[in-house]
């Protein structure tokens, strides 16, 4: 009996353990501490109200496939309104927000959305890098879980429709993390 | 980053060549500007204007040396060592054209400027440069009056109110800051170039390849007078020219086997260190 | 460019941008907080091509409209914003080379003072007016039903040349016009005539790079001249391996004139005598043989002995005989003559007998050599002078014309106040149109109807050099993103409506200048997206023939004028040109190569004439001429003749945006009636005037400060080594 009470609790103890001495088992992204710091960001309306639990949840759409540009220039993007055309002419087409979205494209025109996150202008931020340090050069890691990456600085977006900002994006949660993995900290790699 | 931090880790690439110490430079950028080729012509300064966010000041700021050209001509009218020769005569009229000098930082790896910052807002990369980071800044202008080539430039005023009426400020340049009041600002050998040459480099998993991209102020010159890379890369144009021309980064004193080689460095008797080698200006006498 | 089958001009219609009022993070106003979110519009595409990434500058091939060189350019592209030109290595004109004012390009784009909607004359003023009046107007003045005589019809602008030519042409086979004036202040139209006469062709080849010895009579060819970008780089070639010896004989110096190794002043209008003084020392110390020249030519020479030149053109002896015996011992050499040596009221006679040195000098065929040409004239570049401008301003004081478009040209300003030019079109032309980017005078000043222009980043064309280089080719201009103004139109979509409205049999199949310009490019059989993408359309050209022959020139004798003793020297410079730059601020704060000046005119003298006169750099003086006075401060040096007084061109604007109107003075109202007899050509380097303190005192604006900046007091700034050290050192190996 007493060896069948004492199994659970050894078993806590052991997860307890693991979980202070060792950041793998909860951090899923191998060869990675996650910044931290969290922000309470505040709701912004958008043109559209773009479900992104909708997409990348639900439907399991990597984050790469509409913000492709992260892994190949400095800025993620927004993506152009014809890559949401190439679904939405065809898919839920019946949808308020999406006839809102057609109206854009047969207008010409792309919606205002706005923008979320953002850092000053003196700072030189690239995607790129950060998803080769983290996704593509990163041993164990597989793309189809980049979500977790983006996760580092933009949260949970997949549970969210539009993206609000939860992590504060100021210099010491960059600083905190380079230090953390081992980024350069030279100012000038930074700032511009 | 504390400043603590950056006292300790990052002044170790700062250069007072009579230490020896701890050195790894990443790369080590450095220019040759030939004199010979140089025409005076001003290209490389509007190249600059429009590469890096260069504020107009008009006529009344610049009457008070407030312009900000980075890269400036200075045109001096004597020739000291023709005439101490008594090859020229400087009489009535000249009898030789102008004398041009393209000045810009000079990137010295002992800069007497970084010293004295009392915020470490200037201070040198582990990619040999001297950096001025305008966040960090706060204008106490230290730097500048420690400047022997006067090369550093301050915003007295939001010079960016009057300078960019739209639509002039669709021309301004993403890859680096506008500047505002209250904060130095002097030459890069623009790093927005070099950062992408190297986020380049990185993302193809190679080094920098000598000439991939060109300053502002080499791209534009119309005479390739000025020749800009990495002084760590043995084959590069600017290695060889500086080795041609026998100047060495880290003295104050060149001793040149043949003393008819045109190299310099401008003022590096004050032990500055400059990254820039400038060759003679040649004339027929 | 790319393999799909959008094209480039549908690309720029779905990038998505929506005008200036997009607030475009990162190029605005200094953030210095992190940013609170929703704050800034970012701005997505619609349907961007693949090659097209967020971030990542896009480079687009075009051509430089700054002057009329031609100069090829890459246009960095980001994010829908053309934000700098590069050169374009391709081109034979400039190889990937650009000067200050083809990198001040996008300040004329982004130019806040625009002409942004067409504008009508109502009761004495402009008047905002709609496409739809405009054209309406134009249809009622110059279409079918107007009455309008071809004769009675003009063009007048400055250079065109490519496709944009053909339809100024076709516009006035249309009407039955044959009136083309072309007007250009910097200009060769002397030399071209006297190449033409001497050695059958205008535009040949000078090879400054193959030349050991240069001699230039005020030709500018490192600033402002025909091609600055290109000759600096043979300039460099030239001063490499056995360096070039270049000697510059000028009334003031230029920046050409600041590289030298000699540099004489010479009294304006005697450049004729010195080159010929140098021919007769050629045959006399050095025995040269001029058997080849006519007699009449060879017995010219003899009159102009070392003493006599000497005298004439105040250049000393000693000097003389220098560049002589660098001319000799250093061949091939190469003569060249300038502005300040031909638009003198005897310039052919001057240009001419530089020629003739050439030919002394046995230069034709070595460094004067036949160039390449356009195996189609009718793209030829139309090059301009001053003589179309006295021709026009002649014909319309007759009343010749009813209907006048004026096109990248600004007369009311260039004009000299002699010819009256405004007032005259204002009485005499009915109807002037004036197609334009800027608010300049001869919109503000005279036009009936300003049609406003989208600038050259926004426009269609096609561009063809007037020098000669290695390659023939036609240099393309295409839109570099979308125009800012939706109310301006590209030059050849408006020629291209009004031909349609003349001759809708022949134009009216195409849409606009777009589908003109890819048909006529089928119709050459070249890859139009190829042609897109490199910018240059190089085709075999056609190679000229040189024929030399010597012409006999006379040179009047030199006479001073009592009542206006001095030279008025109305230098241009790489900068503001003539004056069609004042309104970039870029090249306003560019300080002049020489004086350093900033943001304002000035009057260059020589140090015993600020003697004689009692004043110093930075003292108010009046310059007047028999045509007026202008009043602006003195910069003392010693590079100019001390009979000389030099006010730089293109400042002195009475309209032209914020950044020129008020600012300085026009030398260029001083110039008193006087011309070449032989081309017709104005001579701008011919007035002559007095000098006068007028009593205020003021610093000159410039870099460096007063008293700074002139002399290295010591220093090691400027080293320098004599040319025998760099041959023995450097020699042809150079490594540089």
């Given amino acids: ?192 | 980053m504390s400043l603590k931090n950056i006292l300790e880790n990052w002044s170790q690439y700062r250069r007072g060549h009579e230490q020896g110490g701890h050195h790894e430079y990443e790369h080590m950028w450095g220019m040759a500007i030939d004199l010979n080729k140089c025409i005076g012509c001003n290209a490389c300064s509007v190249a600059c204007y429009a590469e890096n966010n260069l504020a107009i000041v008009g006529k009344h700021r610049y009457s008070k040396s407030q312009a900000m050209h980075w890269m400036r001509i200075e045109r001096y009218w004597d020739e000291p060592e023709l005439e101490k020769a008594g090859l020229v005569t400087k009489g009535k009229t000249i009898e030789t054209g102008a004398s041009f000098l393209p000045m810009l930082c000079q990137q010295c790896n002992a800069a007497t400027c970084e010293p004295v910052c009392p915020v470490a807002a200037t201070y040198h990369t582990p990619d040999g440069l001297n950096a001025q980071v305008y966040n960090r800044c706060i204008g106490s202008r230290y730097c500048s009056n420690n400047c022997p080539y006067r090369l550093r430039y301050f915003n007295f005023w939001s010079y960016y109110e009057d300078s960019w009426p739209e639509p002039l400020h669709m021309q301004l340049n993403p890859d680096l800051s506008v500047r505002d009041k209250g904060v130095m600002e002097k030459c890069t050998f623009c790093v927005q170039r070099i950062r992408v040459a190297k986020d380049e480099a990185k993302m193809a998993d190679r080094k920098v390849i000598d000439g991939e991209f060109q300053t502002s102020c080499q791209q534009s010159c119309p005479t390739d007078a000025i020749v800009f890379g990495d002084m760590l890369d043995p084959q590069s144009r600017v290695t060889k020219l500086w080795k041609t021309h026998q100047v060495e980064l880290g003295k104050s004193k060149q001793s040149k086997q043949n003393p008819d080689k045109r190299g310099y460095r401008v003022l590096e008797g004050l032990n500055t260190d400059p990254c820039i080698m400038y060759l003679e200006r040649v004339r027929e006498v | 460019m790319s393999g799909n089958q959008i094209n480039r001009r549908d690309f720029l219609k779905i990038m998505g941008w929506s005008g200036a009022g997009v607030a475009l993070a990162g190029c605005d106003r200094p953030t210095t907080v992190t940013l609170h979110e929703g704050k800034e519009e970012v701005v997505s595409y619609l349907m961007p091509e693949e090659y097209v990434i967020p971030g990542v500058g896009v480079y687009y091939a075009t051509t430089c409209q700054q002057c009329p060189a031609g100069c090829g350019i890459h246009g960095r592209v980001r994010e829908g914003r053309v934000l700098k030109a590069e050169g374009n290595p391709d081109s034979p004109v400039n190889y990937g080379k650009l000067c200050q004012m083809g990198q001040a390009g996008v300040q004329g784009h982004y130019n806040p003072d625009r002409m942004t909607k067409p504008h009508i004359r109502k009761g004495g003023n402009l008047v905002e007016a709609s496409w739809d009046e405009a054209m309406a107007l134009l249809k009622q003045k110059v279409g079918p039903d107007s009455g309008l005589a071809g004769d009675r019809f003009a063009w007048f602008t400055g250079q065109v040349s490519g496709h944009q030519a053909v339809l100024v042409n076709a516009l006035m086979d249309s009407l039955g016009s044959e009136r083309h004036y072309v007007h250009e202040v910097v200009n060769n139209a002397v030399t071209r005539a006297v190449n033409k006469d001497m050695l059958g062709v205008a535009t040949p080849r000078y090879r400054i790079d193959e030349a050991k010895a240069i001699l230039s009579f005020g030709a500018d060819f490192l600033g402002a001249g025909q091609s600055p970008v290109h000759y600096a780089t043979e300039y460099a070639t030239f001063r490499t391996g056995d360096r070039g010896v270049l000697m510059v004989a000028e009334p003031k110096m230029s920046l050409t004139g600041a590289n030298a190794d000699l540099w004489m002043a010479v009294r304006p209008g005697t450049e004729g005598v010195l080159a010929l003084g140098i021919a007769n020392e050629l045959v006399i110390r050095h025995k040269r043989k001029i058997d080849n020249l006519p007699a009449e030519v060879r017995d010219l020479i003899t009159h102009y002995d070392l003493d006599t030149t000497a005298q004439i053109t105040g250049v000393a002896g000693d000097r003389i005989v220098k560049a002589t015996q660098w001319l000799h011992s250093r061949t091939p050499s190469l003569v060249l003559a300038g502005q300040s040596a031909e638009n003198q009221a005897h310039g052919y006679q001057i240009a001419a007998a530089t020629m003739l040195l050439n030919m002394v000098l046995g230069n034709v065929g070595r460094t004067i050599v036949p160039g390449t040409e356009l195996p189609f004239p009718q793209l030829a570049a139309k090059q301009g002078g001053t003589a179309d401008l006295r021709a026009f301003a002649k014909a319309v004081e007759q009343g010749a014309y009813d209907a006048v478009f004026f096109y990248n040209t600004n007369p009311a300003y260039t004009a000299p106040s002699y010819m009256k030019l405004a007032e005259k079109l204002q009485s005499k032309v009915g109807f002037k149109v004036v197609l334009t980017q800027f608010p300049d005078e001869t919109a503000k000043q005279i036009a009936d109807l300003v049609l406003p222009l989208h600038s050259p980043f926004e426009d269609w064309g096609t561009h063809v050099a007037a020098s000669s280089y290695d390659e023939a080719v036609i240099s393309m201009q295409q839109p570099l993103m979308e125009p800012l103004y939706p109310t301006t139109r590209g030059f050849g979509d408006i020629v291209l409506d009004v031909l349609k409205m003349r001759d809708s049999d022949n134009y009216g199949q195409y849409a606009d200048y777009y589908a003109y310009l890819s048909q006529a490019f089928g119709a050459l059989s070249a890859d139009w997206q190829k042609t897109l993408q490199t910018g240059l359309l190089k085709v075999e050209g056609q190679a000229q023939r040189i024929n030399a022959k010597a012409v006999k020139v006379s040179l009047p004798d030199y006479k001073q004028n009592a009542e206006f003793p001095y030279h008025l020297v109305p230098s241009a410079r790489l900068g503001l040109w003539d004056g069609r730059h004042a309104n970039i601020p870029w090249l306003q704060e560019a300080p002049d190569q020489i004086s350093k000046v900033v943001w304002d005119s000035w009057a260059e003298m020589h140090p015993a004439t600020a003697d004689k006169l009692g004043v110093s750099t930075g003292d108010y003086i009046t310059v007047t001429s028999d045509q007026g006075t202008i009043e602006t401060q003195v910069y003392v040096f010693n590079g100019i003749h001390p009979d000389v007084v030099a006010v730089p061109m293109g400042q002195g604007h009475e309209e032209y945006g914020r950044y020129a109107k008020g600012r300085g003075v026009n030398p260029l109202k001083l110039i008193s009636p006087k011309h070449d007899a032989k081309t017709g050509e104005l001579a701008l380097y011919g007035t002559r005037v007095k000098v006068a303190k007028a009593g205020r005192s003021e610093a000159l604006v410039r870099m460096g400060g007063p008293g700074r900046n002139e002399a290295q007091l010591g220093r090691k700034l400027v080293a320098t080594v004599t040319a025998d050290v760099y041959r023995r050192t450097e020699g042809a190996n150079d490594v540089a």
């Fill in chain 1, 1 to 192: 009996m007493a060896r069948v009470l004492w199994a659970p609790f050894l078993a806590a103890l052991v997860a307890v353990f693991v979980l202070l001495s060792s950041p793998v088992t909860y951090a899923e992204v191998p060869n990675a501490v996650p910044p931290k710091g969290e922000h309470n960001g505040k709701d912004v309306p958008q043109p559209i109200e773009f479900p992104h639990d909708i997409h990348a949840k639900i439907n399991e759409i990597n984050c790469m496939y509409c913000h492709t540009y992260a892994r190949r220039s400095k800025v993620a993007g927004i993506p152009p309104t014809s890559k949401c055309m190439g679904c939405h002419s065809v898919i839920a087409t019946d949808k308020p927000r999406i006839q809102k979205l057609t109206e854009y494209w047969e207008k010409r025109e792309s919606p205002p959305w706005k923008k979320v996150h953002d850092v000053p202008d003196y700072v030189h931020f690239t995607h790129e890098k950060h998803l080769k340090r983290f996704v593509f050069d990163n041993e164990g890691m597989e793309v189809e879980r980049v979500s977790e990456v983006c996760a580092f600085c933009h949260g949970e977006v997949k549970n969210m429709t539009v993206a609000n900002k939860v992590k504060p994006l100021n210099m010491g949660f960059c600083v905190r993390c380079h230090e953390a993995n081992d980024g350069p900290s030279d100012c000038w790699k930074c700032h511009k």
